[in-house]
C-alpha cells in the first residue's frame, strides 16, 4: 500500500523569504500523481500544485514550485517570496493510476509566516 | 469557490444519533468523493461515487453509507454516531473517474458528537 510521510510538523519562515517543505511517499507504482493541497483556517481544501510522475520536468505555479525526485520518492514544495496568506497547513498527497482514484495523505505541515 | 456545496457547515449531535450529510457536486462533475479529516487519524478517504455507481472503497465503518442520486448530489449517512466520529468531512468532485482529473473540495462538514 502507498504511504505518504511528512516529516515536518510545523515550519516558520519570514515574510519575503523561501520556505521548503518535505513530502516522501512510497509505492511500487511507476506511474502516479502527487499533490500539494493548501489548508487554510477556513478549512477549504485548496489545491496548490500537481506533478505527473511521468513527467520529469517539476511542476511550478507562480510562487510555487516542487522538486520531484522519483527514484527517492521525494516531492518537496517550494514557496518563494513568502507572504502572510500563506500561513496554513499543508498536505501532500498521492494518487495512484489504477481504478481507485483516493488520494492517500500525509499528515500535514504546518506553516507559519512571520510579519 | 470550488463550485462543490456541502450541507450542513455545522452539526452538533449525540452519541447513537443519525446525520446525513449532503454534497452537491460542481456541474457536470460525475464523481464524488468523501474523506474524513480528524485530529488523531489526519486525512482518510472514505467511499467514491461515479453516476451513481461506488466505485471504491477507503476506510469507511460499516455504521456509515453514502449513496449517489440520479441528480448526482451526494448523501454520507453517519449512524450509531461515536464520540471518535468527530471530525470535518470533505466531498469532493471531479469530471470523471480517471486518475489525471484533479479533485475539488467542498468546504466541508464540521460534525461534532457529544
Known amino acids: 500500500a502507498q504511504t505518504v510521510t511528512q516529516s515536518q510538523p510545523e515550519m516558520s519562515v519570514q515574510e519575503a523569504e523561501t520556505v521548503t517543505l518535505s513530502c516522501t511517499y512510497d509505492t511500487s507504482e511507476s506511474d502516479y500523481y502527487l499533490f500539494w493541497y493548501k489548508q487554510p483556517p477556513s478549512r477549504q481544501m485548496i489545491l496548490v500544485i500537481r506533478?505527473?510522475?511521468?513527467k520529469q520536468q517539476n511542476a511550478t505555479e507562480n510562487r510555487f514550485s516542487v522538486n520531484f525526485q522519483k527514484a527517492a520518492k521525494s516531492f518537496s514544495l517550494k514557496i518563494s517570496d513568502s507572504q502572510l496568506g500563506d500561513a496554513a497547513m499543508y498536505f501532500c498527497?498521492?494518487?495512484?493510476?489504477?481504478?481507485?482514484?483516493?488520494?492517500?495523505w500525509g499528515a500535514g505541515t504546518k506553516l507559519i509566516i512571520k510579519p | 469557490d470550488s463550485g462543490v456545496t456541502q450541507t450542513p457547515k455545522h452539526l452538533i449531535t449525540a452519541t447513537g444519533q443519525r446525520v446525513t450529510l449532503r454534497c452537491s457536486p460542481r456541474s457536470g462533475d460525475l464523481s464524488v468523493y468523501w474523506y474524513q479529516q480528524s485530529l488523531d487519524q489526519g486525512l482518510q478517504f472514505l467511499i467514491q461515487?461515479?453516476?451513481?455507481?461506488?466505485?471504491a472503497k477507503g476506510n469507511i465503518l460499516e455504521r456509515f453509507s453514502a449513496q449517489q442520486f440520479p441528480d448526482l448530489h451526494s448523501e454520507l449517512n453517519l449512524s450509531s454516531l461515536e464520540l471518535g466520529d468527530s471530525a470535518l468531512y470533505f466531498c469532493?468532485?471531479?469530471?470523471?473517474?480517471?486518475?489525471?482529473?484533479?479533485?475539488?473540495f467542498g468546504p466541508g462538514t464540521r460534525l461534532t458528537v457529544l
Open positions: 506533478q505527473e510522475a511521468y
Open positions: 469532493a468532485s471531479s469530471p470523471g473517474q480517471s486518475s489525471y482529473n484533479e479533485q475539488f
Open positions: 461515487y461515479y453516476n451513481g455507481e461506488e466505485r
Open positions: 498527497a498521492y494518487r495512484t493510476m489504477d481504478s481507485n482514484y483516493q488520494l492517500i
